[in-house]
């Protein structure tokens, strides 16, 4: 018979539910799970340590941290050899960094050995180095896979953020031949020679069937550990099945660890048997907040000889009430966003500029409070929203950059579902030239060059209401918002800041005289910047009431009761740009900060929420179509936004991921790590510091290893250039975008 006898830090024995009902939330329930952290299915989160840490070199797990700042990070490559994945290398040297647990050091700080399985090709030999002290030089042979060892007297490790590099001798000077493969680096701990099996991923996830029950399960022989990293809600618990191989026991422990701060242990149990599963339960403590990026840490302390610890289905989950909120089909969808508008300059976000159309809407539906954009170029916002892939999968980074034919817009899966459908843009980068007309009914472009308000796509949009009054629709409104060029009469002017401006600034061509000065910024002075921002407020006023004559129709042809409305921006507006409202080549957080405001329909009984959970525009066009009901294309990523108003899905926070160019920009809760191709600047703490200028990479190395696996570029990530199609311009279209400011005057024709 098995015995588990399992405490939390109160010594209480806990018990959990089956791990079945931990998959999926029961909206009949008064409460149920919602996972967090599946671990057998997140194994690429998770580190791995037997009688020391392994580092998998052929794991998708360690990729995120393998050379990191190396530009020949490309030309390495995972092969398969003799059933296990390994990393073919081309690079001279090769660096990765990894955390070292406090759990290696008890009872006491032991010595460090190094031992290696590598497989020779041209180099002859390597050397290994840990924080720049040499371990050891090893010869390679050919084609011969062997275990290497090294040993350095007094090398001892302190928990927390580490380097191992990898230096490389001989073989092609060119680079164009490989050096070496490489299965696995493993840090002993101690003195011990016994043979060592690597708990590689193949190794560690088994599907044993104590008591005749099957179960995927974590197998950890002792001492050993498995840490799985992620964000951690501070009202969450771990839960796992507990079982031993054979006849032997052993003693376990779950910990909690966050950057800057002590373990801490969660529970303890002892475990002995084989006859069936025991279930295991302890709340995570230790967490301020909402919750942090953590990691969880199983350990085996001590076991029987030759017995491996079978965790089953472990998982971290959250116990959630819902919100209320029927799930139920709406009949219509609007869709509006307002170009060039940061959410944190507006009053529903807590800014100083008074919108009250858009203040009402969202008293009434759901305000998101950390939405962001995956670009700093619009036309790829949009674009997000519309076919629910980031702009690094639509390879939208250019000026001239066309959206594939081939990709499914929300338009088309609408139009297939009966659902009437209709856009009004008055941005040129989302006309037709640039592949956005497809699948819908009616599709309106108002460029810059046409002698209308900027805010015609909402008397647009109301007519078209008044016509299909009784039809399931999709309006989709592409405004200008706060983007140039801006409309303002002269009597506006004479009122504007700064007084007595004589400067190049106007309305009509401002777009224009933007782009010229950002090439030349010492042209553009602090008057300048007053009376730009002055007239992007100003547009921002005469949007707002725009979208309240909208709203007002919608309420008039009877379809306020059973439509969604979405307000959002496509890019934000920052006032430390050099030179504002301009496509910036950079990706700073100011530029993607947009605002996300959501009334669902009169039945769904969320009103007036507010959550600061991380949202994306990718979240959008999955929204749009199970809003009506619809199933959603297999190609769209993100989430439905309903789900998180309503609670169906856990509100953790998530990683968002931005790109411009070669440039990189991770969030995850506070924490932001920039970098440019495969070179990495800093990762800031926002909470500490707003303007992400400091480095806290050698500080938070827990949040360092979450966040990198995120990062979009590493060598199992590279792809080749591909084509990209291109905008075709005819001459109406090269002026539309010069007056944009989008293209400069000397701009080829195509």
């Given at each position: 018979?098995?015995?588990?006898?399992?405490?939390?830090?109160s010594?209480?024995?806990?018990?959990?539910?089956?791990?079945?009902?931990?998959?999926?939330?029961?909206?009949?329930?008064?409460?149920?799970?919602?996972?967090?952290?599946?671990?057998?299915?997140?194994?690429?989160?998770?580190?791995f340590?037997?009688?020391?840490?392994?580092?998998?070199?052929?794991?998708?797990?360690?990729e995120?941290?393998?050379?990191?700042?190396?530009?020949q990070?490309?030309?390495?490559?995972?092969?398969?050899?003799?059933?296990?994945?390994?990393?073919?290398?081309?690079?001279?040297?090769?660096?990765?960094?990894f955390?070292?647990?406090?759990?290696?050091?008890?009872?006491?700080?032991?010595?460090?050995?190094?031992?290696a399985?590598?497989?020779?090709?041209?180099?002859?030999?390597?050397?290994?180095?840990i924080?720049g002290?040499?371990?050891?030089?090893?010869?390679?042979?050919?084609?011969?896979?062997?275990?290497?060892?090294?040993?350095?007297?007094?090398?001892?490790?302190?928990?927390?953020?580490?380097?191992?590099s990898?230096?490389?001798?001989?073989?092609s000077p060119?680079?164009?031949?490989?050096?070496?493969?490489?299965?696995?680096?493993?840090?002993?701990?101690?003195?011990?020679?016994?043979?060592?099996?690597?708990?590689?991923?193949?190794?560690?996830?088994?599907?044993?069937?104590?008591g005749?029950?099957?179960?995927?399960?974590l197998?950890?022989?002792?001492p050993?550990?498995?840490?799985?990293?992620?964000?951690?809600?501070?009202?969450?618990?771990?839960?796992?099945?507990?079982?031993?191989?054979?006849?032997?026991?052993?003693?376990?422990?779950?910990?909690i660890?966050v950057?800057?701060?002590?373990?801490v242990?969660?529970?303890t149990?002892?475990?002995?048997?084989?006859a069936?599963?025991?279930?295991?339960?302890?709340?995570?403590?230790?967490?301020?907040?909402?919750?942090?990026?953590?990691?969880?840490?199983?350990?085996?302390?001590?076991?029987?000889?030759?017995?491996?610890?079978l965790?089953?289905?472990?998982?971290v989950?959250?116990?959630?009430?819902?919100?209320?909120?029927?799930?139920?089909?709406a009949?219509?969808?609007?869709?509006?966003?307002?170009?060039?508008?940061?959410?944190?300059?507006?009053?529903?976000?807590?800014?100083?500029?008074?919108v009250?159309?858009?203040?009402?809407?969202?008293?009434?539906?759901?305000?998101?409070?950390?939405?962001?954009?995956?670009?700093?170029?619009?036309?790829?916002?949009?674009?997000?929203?519309?076919?629910?892939?980031?702009?690094?999968?639509?390879?939208?980074?250019?000026s001239?950059?066309?959206?594939?034919?081939?990709?499914?817009?929300?338009s088309?899966?609408?139009?297939?579902?009966?659902?009437?459908?209709?856009?009004?843009?008055?941005?040129?980068?989302?006309?037709?030239?640039?592949?956005?007309?497809?699948?819908?009914?009616?599709?309106?472009?108002?460029?810059?060059?046409?002698?209308?308000?900027?805010?015609?796509?909402?008397?647009?949009?109301?007519?078209?209401?008044?016509?299909h009054?009784?039809?399931?629709?999709?309006?989709?409104?592409?405004?200008r918002?706060?983007?140039?060029?801006?409309?303002?009469?002269?009597?506006?002017l004479?009122?504007?800041?700064?007084?007595?401006?004589?400067?190049f600034?106007?309305g009509?061509?401002?777009?224009?005289?933007?782009?010229?000065?950002?090439?030349?910024?010492?042209?553009?002075?602090?008057?300048?910047?007053?009376?730009?921002?002055?007239?992007?407020?100003?547009?921002?006023?005469?949007?707002?009431?725009?979208?309240g004559?909208?709203?007002?129709?919608?309420?008039?042809?009877?379809?306020?009761?059973?439509?969604?409305?979405?307000?959002?921006?496509?890019?934000?507006?920052?006032?430390?740009?050099?030179?504002?409202?301009?496509?910036?080549?950079?990706?700073d957080?100011?530029?993607?900060?947009?605002?996300?405001?959501?009334?669902?329909?009169?039945?769904?009984?969320?009103?007036g929420?507010?959550?600061?959970v991380?949202?994306?525009?990718?979240d959008?066009?999955?929204?749009?179509v199970?809003s009506?009901?619809?199933?959603?294309?297999?190609?769209?990523?993100?989430?439905?936004?309903?789900?998180?108003?309503?609670?169906?899905?856990?509100?953790?926070?998530?990683?968002?991921?931005?790109?411009?160019g070669?440039?990189?920009?991770?969030?995850?809760?506070?924490?932001?790590?920039?970098?440019?191709g495969?070179?990495?600047?800093?990762?800031?703490?926002?909470?500490?510091?707003?303007a992400?200028?400091?480095?806290?990479?050698?500080?938070?190395?827990?949040?360092?290893?979450s966040?990198?696996?995120?990062?979009?570029?590493?060598?199992?990530r590279?792809?080749?250039?591909?084509?990209?199609p291109?905008?075709?311009?005819?001459?109406?279209?090269?002026?539309?975008l010069?007056?944009?400011?989008?293209?400069?005057?000397?701009?080829?024709?195509?």
């Amino acid at each position: 018979m098995l015995i588990c006898s399992c405490r939390d830090q109160s010594g209480e024995v806990s018990s959990t539910s089956d791990p079945a009902g931990m998959r999926q939330y029961d909206a009949s329930a008064s409460s149920s799970h919602l996972t967090v952290l599946d671990v057998v299915h997140s194994l690429d989160r998770c580190s791995f340590g037997h009688r020391g840490l392994l580092l998998d070199f052929g794991d998708a797990s360690t990729e995120a941290n393998v050379n990191a700042n190396l530009p020949q990070l490309a030309a390495n490559e995972a092969v398969e050899i003799e059933g296990a994945t390994w990393l073919r290398l081309r690079s001279r040297s090769v660096a990765t960094s990894f955390y070292w647990p406090s759990i290696l050091n008890e009872p006491s700080q032991q010595p460090i050995y190094v031992e290696a399985r590598v497989r020779g090709i041209s180099a002859h030999s390597m050397s290994i180095a840990i924080d720049g002290r040499p371990v050891g030089r090893w010869p390679l042979t050919k084609r011969e896979a062997r275990i290497t060892l090294a040993r350095t007297p007094g090398l001892s490790l302190e928990a927390g953020p580490h380097e191992l590099s990898l230096r490389l001798s001989g073989g092609s000077p060119t680079g164009d031949e490989a050096l070496v493969d490489v299965d696995w680096v493993h840090l002993g701990v101690g003195d011990s020679l016994e043979p060592y099996a690597a708990p590689t991923r193949q190794d560690v996830l088994v599907d044993p069937a104590p008591g005749g029950r099957s179960m995927q399960a974590l197998a950890i022989r002792s001492p050993g550990f498995a840490r799985c990293s992620g964000w951690i809600p501070a009202d969450a618990k771990f839960e796992a099945y507990l079982a031993v191989e054979g006849d032997g026991d052993a003693d376990v422990e779950a910990r909690i660890l966050v950057d800057r701060r002590a373990p801490v242990v969660l529970g303890t149990a002892h475990v002995t048997g084989a006859a069936a599963w025991s279930p295991w339960s302890v709340p995570i403590t230790g967490l301020d907040g909402a919750g942090a990026i953590a990691s969880i840490e199983i350990v085996v302390r001590r076991s029987s000889k030759g017995t491996r610890v079978l965790f089953g289905a472990p998982m971290v989950v959250e116990t959630a009430s819902p919100t209320g909120g029927a799930d139920r089909t709406a009949n219509g969808v609007l869709v509006v966003v307002l170009g060039s508008t940061s959410a944190r300059a507006l009053g529903p976000w807590g800014g100083p500029h008074a919108v009250p159309a858009l203040t009402n809407l969202a008293a009434a539906g759901t305000t998101f409070l950390a939405n962001r954009a995956p670009s700093s170029l619009s036309n790829a916002v949009v674009a997000s929203m519309l076919t629910g892939l980031p702009p690094s999968a639509l390879r939208l980074d250019g000026s001239l950059d066309r959206l594939d034919e081939s990709i499914t817009l929300v338009s088309d899966a609408c139009r297939q579902g009966g659902i009437t459908t209709a856009m009004f843009t008055a941005d040129p980068t989302t006309g037709a030239v640039f592949g956005f007309d497809r699948g819908w009914d009616t599709f309106v472009l108002h460029d810059p060059l046409e002698d209308e308000p900027a805010t015609r796509v909402f008397d647009d949009a109301r007519e078209w209401l008044d016509a299909h009054r009784t039809d399931r629709f999709f309006i989709f409104i592409d405004a200008r918002g706060g983007h140039p060029p801006w409309d303002a009469s002269s009597e506006d002017l004479k009122t504007m800041a700064p007084a007595g401006y004589i400067g190049f600034i106007d309305g009509p061509r401002a777009a224009e005289a933007l782009a010229k000065a950002k090439r030349h910024p010492a042209r553009f002075r602090d008057d300048d910047r007053v009376r730009a921002w002055a007239l992007h407020d100003h547009a921002l006023d005469q949007h707002d009431a725009a979208l309240g004559g909208l709203l007002a129709e919608l309420q008039a042809v009877g379809r306020d009761r059973d439509t969604v409305v979405i307000v959002t921006g496509d890019v934000g507006a920052n006032e430390g740009a050099p030179v504002p409202f301009t496509d910036p080549d950079t990706l700073d957080e100011p530029f993607l900060q947009t605002p996300l405001v959501v009334r669902w329909p009169s039945w769904s009984g969320v009103a007036g929420h507010r959550l600061d959970v991380a949202t994306s525009p990718v979240d959008l066009a999955r929204t749009v179509v199970q809003s009506l009901g619809l199933s959603s294309p297999p190609d769209f990523q993100g989430v439905d936004l309903a789900s998180l108003a309503t609670g169906r899905v856990a509100p953790a926070q998530r990683p968002l991921v931005a790109t411009r160019g070669s440039h990189y920009s991770v969030r995850w809760g506070e924490y932001v790590l920039v970098g440019v191709g495969g070179s990495e600047l800093r990762m800031c703490d926002l909470s500490l510091d707003p303007a992400c200028v400091a480095d806290v990479r050698g500080t938070s190395p827990l949040a360092l290893e979450s966040i990198r696996r995120y990062a979009p570029f590493g060598w199992r990530r590279h792809e080749p250039p591909q084509a990209v199609p291109q905008a075709s311009l005819d001459g109406r279209s090269l002026a539309s975008l010069v007056r944009w400011g989008r293209l400069t005057q000397d701009t080829p024709k195509q």
